[in-house]
């Protein structure tokens, strides 16, 4: 069946640090890929997507280029602030919204 | 406008209380979304709405009974809950369709307290 699997946290790093966050996928046909981000205490907020092989997603500084030939949507960023602390969640869409374990980040100053 | 909004923002409710969670969204969306998530877990499915019938049951025990009104409208009605139902309630909105490519959109849940 189709699943993500999301690397384990959690992560913390100094501010203006690179962040990486990986993402793996299994599925059938061709899913589209998402990552989204949560905030303590709020719900979760879509990051970006990408709906087909090659596409790079961006939004906010962080992207994520979706890899057919490696079934990866990694999460990067090349400078994270104190603001991007929160929990990360990778996710496919297949018959139903796949989503990873999600991936807690604390940046410090 | 792409905001899914969610009341009350925090509930505490006995065994025996009966209360209902309400989401809201006028994006145009015909398919909507009950999910529970606990503390640094990922959202779990509950329920699917696609053009305001239920579609997706995720052997939810028979104390949660969802209902969407309306194509705008979606309610979580709670009865008899226990204290590990205790969890945050996350309603979403997509467009329809099995293997979409649509995204769906999060309203900022109920933070619900069984006790």
């Known amino acids: 069946g189709d699943s993500v699997t999301q690397m384990e946290g959690p992560v913390t790093l100094s501010e203006e640090a690179f962040l990486t966050i990986n993402c793996t996928y299994t599925a059938t046909g061709y899913p589209s890929l998402f990552w989204y981000v949560q905030y303590p205490g709020e719900g979760l907020q879509l990051l970006l997507k990408?709906?087909?092989?090659?596409d790079k997603g961006s939004n906010k500084g962080f992207e994520a280029t979706y890899r057919k030939e490696t079934t990866s949507f990694h999460l990067e960023k090349g400078s994270v602030q104190v603001s991007d602390s929160a929990v990360y969640f990778c996710a496919l869409t297949g018959n139903q919204f796949y989503f990873g374990t999600g991936t807690s980040l604390t940046v410090i100053p | 406008d792409t905001e899914v909004t969610q009341t009350p923002k925090h509930l505490v409710m006995g065994m025996t209380n009966k209360k209902s969670l309400k989401c809201e969204q006028h994006?145009?969306?015909?398919?909507m979304y009950w999910y529970k998530q606990k503390a640094k877990k990922p959202p779990e499915l509950m329920f699917v709405y696609s053009y305001e019938k239920l579609s997706i049951n995720e052997s939810v025990p028979s104390r949660f009974s969802p209902e969407c009104p309306n194509s705008s409208l979606l309610n979580l009605h709670l009865h008899a809950l226990q204290p590990e139902d205790s969890a945050l309630y996350l309603c979403a909105s997509s467009q329809p369709g099995q293997g979409s490519s649509y995204e769906q959109y999060f309203g900022p849940g109920t933070r619900l307290t069984v006790t």
């Open positions: 990408a709906t087909k092989a090659d």
């Open positions: 994006m145009g969306h015909r398919a």
